[in-house]
């Protein structure tokens, strides 16, 4: 199954990325291994997790306070934010409504 992040989502994992390995040299790696296995873990199982909101899944990294929230349209699996889950839930929901 084919895997496409939005836009903004590619961002998100951008930013993450640099807060990270800004914290520490290689831990910004370290969040981009472990969304690698999470984006694995949804490619292989995509309705391994409880619906979410607005038609989406939402699989939790490992080790970071992060989750890939996506959507399964046909034979891709669409990554609409990799969201912080302490931070403002809901925020990407406008993303969902204007992709559709």
Not at 37 to 55: S, T
Not at 70 to 95: C, F, K, N, Q, T
Request: hydrophobic content about 45%; charged content about 30%; some cysteine.
């Amino acid at each position: 199954m084919a895997l496409e992040f939005l836009e903004p989502a590619t961002f998100e994992v951008d930013e993450a990325f640099r807060f990270y390995e800004g914290q520490r040299s290689g831990l910004g790696l370290d969040f981009i291994f472990d969304l690698r296995a999470c984006l694995e873990r949804i490619v292989r199982y995509p309705n391994a997790w409880q619906p979410f909101e607005l038609e989406t899944r939402r699989c939790r990294l490992t080790k970071f306070p992060y989750a890939a929230v996506y959507a399964e349209e046909a034979d891709l699996i669409l990554i609409v934010a990799v969201m912080h889950l302490h931070r403002e839930p809901g925020y990407w929901s406008d993303r969902i409504k204007n992709n559709r």
